[in-house]
C-alpha cells in the first residue's frame, strides 16, 4: 500500500512538473507570435509610407528639374528600405535583419528630409494640392509607425523577459527560442516624425 501511494505522489508531481512545462512552453509561442503580430502591424504602415513616395517623387519631378540627383536618392533609398523591410518581414526580430530595417529606413528618412527642404525653394510645388495631401499622408503614416513600432518593441520587451527568466530560460535554450531585437531608430533626430509642412 505504501508503494501505491509513493508510485501515485510521484505520478502527481511528475504531472504537475509536466503540466507547468507545457504551460511555460505554451507562453513563450504565444509570445513569440505576439511580437511577430506587433511587427506585421510595422510592415504595414512602412509599405503605406514606402507606397507613397514614388507619387511624391513624381508630383515633385515636374517642379524641380534641377534637383534630379536628390530625386534619385529619394527611388535609391526607398528601394534599400523596402529591400530591409522584406528581409525583416521574413525573420521579425532578427538582430541583424532588424538592424538593417533600422539602418536603412533612416537613410530613407534623412533624404525625405532633403527633398522636403529643397521643395521649400519651389513654391509652386508648396502649393500644389496633391504635394500637399502627400505630405499630409507621410506625416500620418510616420505617426503611425512610430505607434506600430512602440507596440512591437513591448511586445519583444515581453518575450525577452519571458525566454530570460528561471525556468523558462531552460525551456527556451531547450526548443531554441531566440532572443528577439528591437527596433530601434539609431539616429537622435529620427526619434520624431519628420516636419513635413507646406
Not at 32 to 49: S, T
Not at 62 to 75: N, P
Request: some cysteine.
Amino acid at each position: 500500500m505504501g508503494l501505491v501511494i509513493t508510485l501515485l505522489c510521484l505520478l502527481v508531481v511528475v504531472l504537475v512538473v509536466v503540466g507547468y512545462a507545457v504551460g511555460v512552453y505554451n507562453g513563450l509561442v504565444r509570445a513569440r507570435n505576439g511580437y511577430k503580430n506587433a511587427f506585421a502591424q510595422i510592415d504595414v504602415q512602412l509599405k503605406r509610407r514606402h507606397d507613397l513616395i514614388p507619387n511624391l517623387v513624381e508630383t515633385a519631378k515636374g517642379y524641380m528639374k534641377h534637383e534630379r540627383e536628390t530625386l534619385e536618392a529619394v527611388i535609391a533609398a526607398r528601394t534599400g528600405a523596402v529591400s530591409a523591410q522584406a528581409r525583416a518581414a521574413a525573420n521579425p526580430g532578427d538582430p541583424g535583419a532588424m538592424s538593417d530595417l533600422a539602418g536603412q529606413e533612416n537613410i530613407l528618412s534623412q533624404t525625405l528630409g532633403r527633398l522636403f527642404a529643397l521643395a521649400e525653394a519651389y513654391p509652386d510645388l508648396k502649393a500644389n494640392q496633391n504635394m500637399m495631401q502627400l505630405s499630409e499622408e507621410l506625416a500620418s503614416t510616420e505617426n503611425r509607425v512610430a505607434f506600430a513600432r512602440q507596440a512591437y518593441n513591448d511586445a519583444v520587451l515581453g518575450y525577452n523577459n519571458k525566454r530570460e527568466v528561471f525556468p523558462a530560460s531552460v525551456l527556451a535554450g531547450m526548443f531554441n527560442f531566440a532572443p528577439a531585437a528591437l527596433f530601434e531608430v539609431d539616429e537622435p533626430g529620427e526619434r520624431e516624425a519628420p516636419k513635413v509642412q507646406f
